[in-house]
Each structure stands twice: as structure tokens, then as C-alpha cells.
């Protein structure tokens, strides 16, 4: 079992900026963010593979920006222009070389002023 450990998550004002950081305990095929808001279901952010491919959802696509580090088994998610519509609990998500599916305990992330 692989354990996602991910801090960074608080409140920031509007157009500000936050950096997400998931420490995994074992090396993983992919890895990124979900976030869910209170009465919606939890969407893909941004992901993130081995080999430095990413993929996006588009309403963060231009604002967010993911990267990892394979030799600490960490991954980043910096976060700028933050709206309020960001504002959701934003959970660490790896697969495993197996296909197995790990997730973080999740962080808070608020936006407002």
C-alpha cells in the first residue's frame, strides 16, 4: 500500500498563489490532483507521469502548473491566479506501475477575500 502525504492546502485572497506538494512512499506511474467542492463530484486537475507528460483540465490549464520530482517520488502543483471557484478540497492522486489507485487524505484549499 502507497501512502500520499500532501501539504501546502489554506486560504489565500483572490489572484493569489499557493504550491501543493504530495510525498509518496513509493514510486508511482502517475501522479497529480483531484479536487472536489461541497455538491459536486471530484474532477481531475492535473496528472502528471514518469516521463513529464501532463494533462490538464481546462479551467486551470493557463493558472496551474505540475511537476515532479521521480527521486523523492513528490509531485507540485503551483497554483496562480487563484478564483474563488477554486476553492475545494484538493486530493493527491497516484497509479501505481500495477494500476492501482492511491489517494491523499486531501488539503483545503480556500479562495477569498
Known amino acids: 500500500q502507497v501512502q500520499l502525504v500532501e501539504s501546502g492546502g489554506g486560504l489565500v485572497q483572490p489572484g493569489g498563489s499557493l504550491r501543493l506538494s504530495c510525498a509518496a512512499s513509493?514510486?508511482?506511474?502517475?501522479m497529480g490532483w483531484h479536487r472536489q467542492s461541497p455538491g459536486k463530484l471530484r474532477e481531475l486537475v492535473a496528472m502528471?507521469?514518469?516521463?513529464?507528460?501532463?494533462n490538464y483540465a481546462d479551467s486551470v490549464k493557463d493558472r496551474f502548473a505540475i511537476s515532479r520530482d521521480n527521486a523523492k517520488n513528490t509531485v507540485y502543483l503551483i497554483m496562480n491566479n487563484l478564483k474563488p471557484e477554486d476553492t475545494a478540497v484538493y486530493y493527491c492522486?497516484?497509479?501505481?506501475?500495477?494500476?492501482?489507485?492511491?489517494w491523499g487524505q486531501g488539503t483545503q484549499v480556500t479562495v477569498s477575500s
Open positions: 513509493d514510486r508511482l506511474y502517475n
Open positions: 492522486y497516484g497509479i501505481g506501475f500495477g494500476s492501482a489507485n492511491y
Open positions: 502528471i507521469d514518469t516521463g513529464g507528460i501532463t
